[in-house]
């Protein structure tokens, strides 16, 4: 049997403590897509049948309430990057496909999963004056 090897980008959590961080963070942005792609499903819906123009009142507050959950969300994770927005809007839900580059990776990659935005997150290095002692 081959030895499976863990993609460059695909670490492996160095402590279970990492390992449960890891897999509860996938969890939280799986279910925050999958809300992004029910919402937009639910669009279509209201633009057949009654042409819901996205200003329209209740469109405006479906997507309005997303966004705040994308704000908690972001806050939640440390994505000061705003990787979150970029994902769901200009990449949308990965479906284009688009790369990205975290500081501390070599060169960029195409953010398709949750599992790739996920390791965008954590790799993206935010710099931080040093404080003096």
């Given at each position: 049997?081959?030895?499976?090897?863990?993609?460059?980008?695909?670490?492996?959590?160095?402590n279970d403590q990492?390992?449960?961080?890891?897999?509860?963070?996938?969890?939280?942005?799986?279910?925050?897509?999958?809300?992004?792609?029910?919402?937009?499903?639910?669009?279509?819906?209201?633009?057949?049948?009654?042409?819901?123009?996205?200003?329209?009142?209740?469109?405006?507050?479906?997507?309005?309430?997303?966004?705040?959950?994308?704000?908690?969300?972001?806050?939640?994770?440390?994505d000061q990057e705003?990787?979150?927005?970029?994902?769901?809007?200009?990449?949308?839900?990965?479906a284009k496909k688009?790369?990205?580059?975290?500081?501390?990776?070599?060169?960029?990659?195409?953010?398709?999963?949750?599992?790739?935005?996920?390791?965008?997150?954590?790799?993206?290095?935010?710099?931080?004056?040093?404080?003096?002692?």
């Amino acid at each position: 049997m081959k030895d499976q090897k863990t993609p460059k980008h695909d670490p492996a959590p160095e402590n279970d403590q990492e390992a449960g961080r890891g897999s509860s963070i996938y969890a939280l942005l799986a279910t925050w897509v999958a809300k992004r792609s029910r919402l937009d499903a639910e669009y279509e819906k209201l633009k057949c049948l009654f042409d819901a123009s996205p200003e329209c009142s209740p469109v405006k507050a479906m997507f309005d309430l997303f966004s705040e959950y994308t704000d908690v969300l972001s806050r939640l994770l440390d994505d000061q990057e705003g990787w979150l927005e970029w994902y769901s809007w200009e990449n949308e839900n990965g479906a284009k496909k688009l790369k990205a580059k975290a500081s501390n990776w070599n060169e960029s990659r195409p953010i398709v999963t949750p599992y790739d935005l996920a390791d965008l997150i954590a790799n993206a290095e935010v710099m931080h004056p040093e404080t003096k002692p």
